[in-house]
């Protein structure tokens, strides 16, 4: 059975600080990793995805892939009262945009 | 991305009722796919929307509980059949877009 699995959280961080959110999966044949965010009340909005080991940066926000240890994170870096929100992370098995599996999100507090 | 909408936004509906959501896509995509989010919880899916024929649904849902039409590739309707109050939660549908999916606003279901 596919599982990804997300520390629930709440993951609290002062305002400035580095907030770093983690990720495992189960399925070794995962290829395609995305990280998004949902604000209370509204739906998904991706903000990163990854491919292939390492890292990948886009503004404030770090993804960080290990095939090796099935693991993949998130960093956002100079968090903002704005990046509270819950964090999903989710896998695919291929690289075709489908067969999504998601984990359970984790909850980000960024306090003033 | 493509513009995603989807109507309604919310509704309260009786059990034993049936209701149908739309979403509607400003562009033509392959892919689309219907989600359900229970109350605090991660994202499911449901099944993929195939245009021309019928639908894939995930293990442990049917196609009688949760008919779906896909008559081109910029729309699609999901109807939530017989419905009790287990079945109130948000329903998201989301297009695949290259390697990537995008999620549209949803609909907050509340079955009394």
């Known amino acids: 059975q596919k599982e990804v699995e997300q520390n629930s959280g709440p993951l609290s961080v002062p305002e400035g600080a580095i907030a770093s959110l983690n990720c495992t999966y189960s399925?070794?044949?995962?290829?395609?990793f995305f990280w998004y965010r949902q604000y209370s009340g509204k739906s998904p909005e991706l903000i990163m995805s990854i491919y292939s080991n390492g890292d990948k940066e886009d503004g404030r926000f770090t993804a960080q892939l290990n095939k090796a240890s099935q693991y993949v994170s998130l960093l956002i870096r100079d968090s903002q009262p704005s990046d509270s929100a819950t964090y999903l992370c989710a896998v695919s098995l291929n690289n075709a945009g489908n067969m999504l599996t998601f984990g359970g999100g984790t909850r980000l507090m960024v306090k003033p | 991305s493509a513009v995603i909408s989807q109507k309604p936004s919310r509704d309260i509906c009786q059990r034993g009722t049936s209701l149908t959501i739309q979403c509607q896509v400003d562009?033509?995509?392959?892919?689309m796919f219907w989600y359900r989010q229970q109350p605090g919880q991660s994202l499911t899916l449901i099944a993929t929307a195939n245009q021309g024929s019928e639908a894939t649904y995930e293990s442990g849902f049917v196609i009688d509980k949760f008919p779906i039409s896909r008559p081109n590739l910029t729309f699609s309707t999901l109807t939530v059949s017989n419905m009790s109050p287990e079945d109130s939660s948000i329903y998201l549908c989301?297009?695949?877009?290259?390697?990537?999916?995008?999620f549209g606003p949803g609909t907050r279901l509340t079955v009394l």
């Open positions: 399925d070794r044949g995962s290829q395609s």
């Open positions: 562009s033509q995509v392959t892919m």
């Open positions: 989301s297009v695949g877009s290259g390697n990537e999916q995008f």
